[in-house]
């Protein structure tokens, strides 16, 4: 049954996905002939080849959105995506009673309040729905930040201690965290993969409920062809405009293009590298991460995996499945414009290396094209600044002195040459018709009021698209210079996100938008007179949206400004109308059990006996690093903790005599400026 399943579809898959790209190919070759014939009788041939080719790729990336979002809105009318015997969920089971689940969650310097709460809020919805004895936790630390390690230590103990949990929630730090969260997981698969025939990998800021997460594992019981179960977490809990705004875009219209995703990519679905489910065995078999030839940033190590582990697993025979219905599956997304373009640099470069990947051996097609979709997030910037450029030297190659649009002009459109207003007519309908698609469905679903009310909603919509609008430029700028930096040799690497909500000081937005307010400000003020009434308009977004940069970052950023909103039922989501308990027990006072440290993590490591017994436990005896350790406690101890760098910081951390031997020495002090120092006076 399995075998005949797996056939059918891959069959339907391939019938769907030739028809997606016959929507795609011919709406694209069709404008493109049309603005062809208008640029052959006005154009020099150069300017109308680049002009053309460039329309006619954006024009198909755009329209690939379109058509996914209409296909998601087809299968969610009908209620069904008419899987049949296909799909996955038809064979759930119920798990035998010695399968394991480790639920892992790599972490790198965070902030261990919310992480210790996320995890909690996953072990008590287990808990009540009395499903826990299949689950592991695992948090898996990279810290490098003394303050970080010790705080995530003495949280994990804690943790343990409320729920009484010690053997099941289970901590631990690499010393070296060498290809970041991918060899993190990575070595948890070595070290222990064989204990547990699936892994839930989980993001510092992911909850999911216990439903969802006993049910993946139903499903995957059931369908042993299946190597990873992703769901669709979705965006909540902040409190910055920039990110309720940005909550409430995905909220509305994610489920048609999660709905049109997978009605194309069925059993070749994608994976995002958290809040899914993977069987290990093969995941530790086939999806190690392959070192591109070449120097970084271009070659060397990936830096995004969660694609391209998605695409080894198929190669190797195994389905991936997109579960966008599931629900009960969340993250948090970053509080600001710069914080989001920070993300963004680095999915950039991680990207654009797919790339390379495209002619490797057995992959399958739908994972080729993920890569190319991939890489257009980020190409299609610089592609659009290019046919902004030429469409400026066509008005320059005919402009005329008193500013009036010249009639072989590119920009000449009238009465007499409609074709411009139609291409920009259609362009817009493609990338506005998905948001009405979407406010229809939730409107005629009746699920408005879980968004405010129609009214609110409407205005929510109005108000995002305005703001995506002003942010256009603004990213089209930032993901151009984020190209030409990584074509350049110019990488980046993986760091600590921000995961709570902050304000954008005006200092800083001026540093990282100033240039583009004042090329705003410069066009608004000085470029009318040179240019004809229509082409001025045309182009004014974009500019607008440049010069108001500063003040978009500043205000956008704050909290004020985001829960004002909420007061006036702006840019709700169902998650804030009816909270899920999980989300709840996110709050501060679901982990108020947790210890207060304040000041020095070393210091108070070192000093408080509890502290020290919970590090010193976590530890191993470094005899070989004796000679180096027992210097570095003198140092200490006759210098004072002030004198310690923190890598010195961190090889005294990590070597258990050390820390208890400090321990006792510190308390056997008697001088008062050695007390003091560490802050026993």
Known sequence: MKERSARIWETLSQGRRRWLTVQIIVPAAGLGVLLQHELALSQPLWLEILTLGIFVLLFAWISAGFWTALAGFWVMMRGTSRLGDSDPERFRTNPREDVRVAIIMPIYNEESTRTIAGLQACYRSLQRIGKLEYFDFFLLSDSRDPQAWIAEELAWASLCEELNAFGRIHYRRRPVNNHAKSGNVADFCRRWGNHYEYMVVLDADSVMSGDTLYRLLQIMEGNPQVGILQTQPVSVNRSTLYARVQQFSQRLYGPLFSAGLRFWQLGDGHFIGHNAMLRVAPFTEHCALPILPG?????????????????LMARAGWEVWFLPDLGGSWEESPPTLIDD??????????NLQHLRLLAADGLRSAHRFLFINGAMSFLAAPLWGLFLILGAISGFLFWNPDGASNDMSMFHYGLD????????AVTLTFLLGPKFLAMFWVHWSGQARYFGGTLALLAGVLLESLFAILLAPVRMVFHSLFVLQTLAGRGVKWGAQVRADQETPWPVALRNFGPLSLVGCLFLFAAQPFLGFWHFAWLLPIFLGLALSVPIAVFSSRSSWGLWARRHRLFLIPEEIQVPRELRELAPEYVDFLPKMAGDAFVATVVNPQFNAVHAALQRDRAKLWGVTAALCNKALTMGPQSLSQRERNILLSDRQAMLTLHRAVWSQHEPEKLAAWGLL
Request: hydrophobic letters at 45%; proline letters at 9%; zero cysteines.
């Open 417 to 424: 040459n409609p074709l411009p207003i139609w291409l920009f």
């Open 295 to 311: 120097r970084a940033p271009l070659g060397g190590q990936l830096l995004s995996h969660d694609f391209v582990e998605a695409a």
């Open 341 to 350: 373009l920070k993300r963004d640099r680095r999915w950039a470069q991680g």
